[in-house]
């Protein structure tokens, strides 16, 4: 990735624009196609009649001066953070709103006390895998999904940063009703880099004097940001903290979804930590959307769509640190992928509910079987019809429906009274078998 090309500053534009091209320009908006480019992105575009490119881009720059509002945050040459909120991040906005703070539109049985706990649970660990391989864990789904549902111990540092996220994820649900504290953001950051740094010591704690890092590219061949020194971190962690705890009524109005993306943003650009700013700055985020109430984003991985497209997010850091701080490039980055989330979410649970009604029919038209299942042995088999030979223990089915250890395996034994699962005993434990005939033996 290269850093975007910065324009010349405004005021020398301006300085060698004629009357008539200024006029034209002042006529410019904000946006460009209904699209708010950089000006790495505008310099590649035709330009209006009259204009030149940087006689455009001074018309647009002046028409966003309007819409920007400073922040609380200084860059590290101690020139404040701005952000906007031109029209494609208030309809975004809107859309969070109404889907993510307020009653799902589904159908009730997916939404279900009880099938909600079954999808949180999925939730908690595809953001604990995706956000650790956006950050270079090298481990399968699979193999990392495995490790969550069994409870067993992570083999490598890979499996420990998955481990380390789905603990973080966990213990927000536990904070999220919690003021942000200098102390509680080392919590997180104890939290999620456990067992997964070079250096020990510097779990938990900011960077010592002397650790200068540097953000560089994927070949580690250009830096892309410096952040700032260590002895300024301590102030512009109290800050950030001050900011995230503001209330709805501080001027200026802040909506609750742009603090909680400036948080992650923050702390993405200070990079206080030796390592773990990644994944601290996510679960800072998702600390800020649960303590403002947006309850569906429990069940939303953002990693998932950041890990698809990682030099997008990257740029979206560097187009505001190369525009005179202006935020509003991240915030229109991360909104639309909130709303992207959210949507393969609503997909996922449509989806679901095709799944389930597919599996309750079958199992309905088999006399054996009506009224002896329960919603949680319902969802297994339904799992197992997709999944001949899959192996289920006590402790994964547990993990799965956050129930009781009894409940779990009074779960199992039933299905495999039923002769629908066989009972294996390997090792201590057993471990329950989808027949590969299950499907006929459920007909």
């Not at 091209?21 to 699209?35: D, Q, T």
């Not at 307020?102 to 079954?118: A, C, L, T, W």
């Not at 250096?199 to 580690?220: F, M, Y």
Request: hydrophobic fraction near 35%; include cysteine.
């Amino acid at each position: 990735m290269k850093p975007p090309l910065s324009p010349r500053p405004l005021t020398q534009i301006l300085e060698t624009l004629k009357p008539e091209e200024l006029s034209i320009a002042l006529r410019c908006g904000p946006l460009i196609k209904e699209r708010y480019l950089h000006w790495d992105q505008l310099r590649h575009r035709t330009p209006p009649d009259g204009l030149s490119s940087e006689a455009w881009w001074a018309g647009v720059k002046i028409a966003r001066a309007g819409l920007l509002k400073n922040l609380p945050f200084l860059d590290k040459h101690s020139q404040p953070f701005n952000f906007g909120t031109p029209d494609p991040v208030l309809q975004v906005l809107h859309k969070i709103d109404r889907n993510a703070a307020g009653k799902v539109e589904m159908d009730s049985q997916i939404v279900s006390h009880e099938d909600r706990d079954r999808y949180l649970v999925s939730s908690l660990i595809e953001e604990a895998i995706t956000s650790s391989q956006l950050e270079g864990a090298a481990t399968t789904r699979e193999a990392a999904k495995a490790m969550l549902r069994s409870g067993r111990k992570p083999r490598d540092r890979s499996e420990r940063m998955v481990l380390n996220n789905y603990h973080v994820m966990e213990y927000i649900r536990e904070i999220k009703n919690e003021s942000l504290t200098p102390e509680l953001v080392l919590e997180l950051h104890r939290i999620v880099s456990t067992g997964t740094l070079d250096d020990p010591t510097a779990v938990g704690r900011l960077r010592n004097p002397g650790e200068q890092i540097h953000v560089v590219d994927p070949k580690h061949s250009t830096v892309l940001h410096t952040p700032p020194n260590s002895a300024s971190l301590p102030e512009r962690l109290t800050v950030l903290c001050k900011f995230a705890n503001q209330s709805d009524d501080s001027q200026p109005f802040i909506h609750p979804v742009i603090r909680a993306i400036l948080l992650h943003f923050m702390l993405g650009y200070d990079h206080p930590f030796i390592d773990g700013n990644g994944r601290t700055a996510r679960a800072l985020f998702y600390w800020s959307m649960a303590r403002q109430k947006y309850w569906l984003m429990e069940y939303v991985s953002i990693s998932r769509l950041l890990k698809q497209a990682p030099a997008q997010y990257g740029r979206a850091y560097l187009y505001t640190e190369t525009d005179a701080n202006d935020t509003t490039y991240f915030i229109l980055h991360q909104v639309s992928v909130i709303e992207r989330a959210i949507q393969a979410l609503y997909g996922y649970l449509k989806l679901k509910s095709t799944q389930q009604r597919s599996a309750e029919k079958l199992l309905r038209h088999s006399s054996k079987f009506t009224n002896q299942l329960n919603h949680r042995q319902i969802a297994l088999l339904s799992h197992a019809l997709k999944h001949p030979g899959h192996g289920y223990t006590v402790d994964s089915h547990r993990r799965s429906h956050k129930v009781t250890q009894q409940t779990s395996r009074t779960d199992l034994l039933k299905l495999a009274d039923l002769g629908l699962l066989e009972k294996i005993k390997v090792g201590r434990a057993f471990v329950f078998y989808a027949f590969e005939d299950l499907k006929q033996r459920i007909d």
